[in-house]
């Protein structure tokens, strides 16, 4: 199993919807929850979702996807 962005190196994680792995750097940048703002069966027991569902990039797709409505 190796990272979607890191093909050299071993994934630590997996994202059980997208069916795809990644390192420790993408889960700690949050680049491994590909659709933070979608529905996932599997949030609840995602490692990915609880390390993310607070970051910036969270926050950032949640305004996008709202249009930036009430800003
Ligand atoms: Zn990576």
Not at 9 to 38: F, H, Q, S, W
Request: proline share 3%; aromatic share 8%; glycine share 6%.
């Amino acid at each position: 199993m190796k990272c979607r962005y890191h093909p050299e190196r071993d994934a630590i994680v997996r994202c059980e919807k997208m069916e795809v792995a990644y390192c420790e750097e993408c889960l700690d940048n949050c680049e491994a929850c590909t659709d933070p703002c979608g529905y996932c069966k599997f949030r609840t027991q995602c490692i990915i979702w609880e390390r993310c569902k607070r970051s910036e990039k969270r926050y950032r797709l949640e305004r996008e996807s709202r249009g930036g409505e009430g800003s």
